[in-house]
């Protein structure tokens, strides 16, 4: 089983990324599918999720707005368009997957900064 994200880097505050976290060694299409985010010195956050078939979103009001999450079931895929990049949205983003069981990825660190 594996989760690789991508797309993390550095950006200026009010640009935007895109993360993406590829799928494989598990059944992806009956997995909800999450992007959390740790900040140093703090707890790990969820940002959004994305139902199996991708009918359903949820948003952490932080970024409500500005961050967009999305799933490609054939490519075993999920995405992350953030915009509207803040300071406060530097983390490392992890990608999970929920469903009979979960499974993390490693991690992409996004730093937003002038």
């Known amino acids: 089983v594996q989760l690789v994200e991508s797309g993390g880097g550095l950006v200026q505050p009010g640009g935007s990324l895109r993360l993406s976290c590829a799928a494989s060694?598990?059944?992806?299409?009956?997995?909800?599918m999450k992007w959390y985010r740790q900040a140093p010195g703090k707890e790990r956050e969820l940002v959004a999720a994305?139902?199996?078939?991708?009918?359903?979103?949820n948003y952490a009001d932080s970024v409500k707005g500005r961050f967009t999450i999305s799933r490609d079931n054939a490519k075993r895929t999920v995405y992350l368009q953030m915009n509207s990049l803040k300071p406060e949205d530097t983390a490392v983003y992890y990608c999970n997957a929920w469903g009979f069981t979960s499974y993390w990825g490693q991690g992409t660190q996004v730093t937003v900064s002038s």
């Open positions: 994305i139902s199996t078939a991708g009918g359903g979103t």
């Open positions: 060694g598990f059944t992806f299409s009956s997995y909800d």
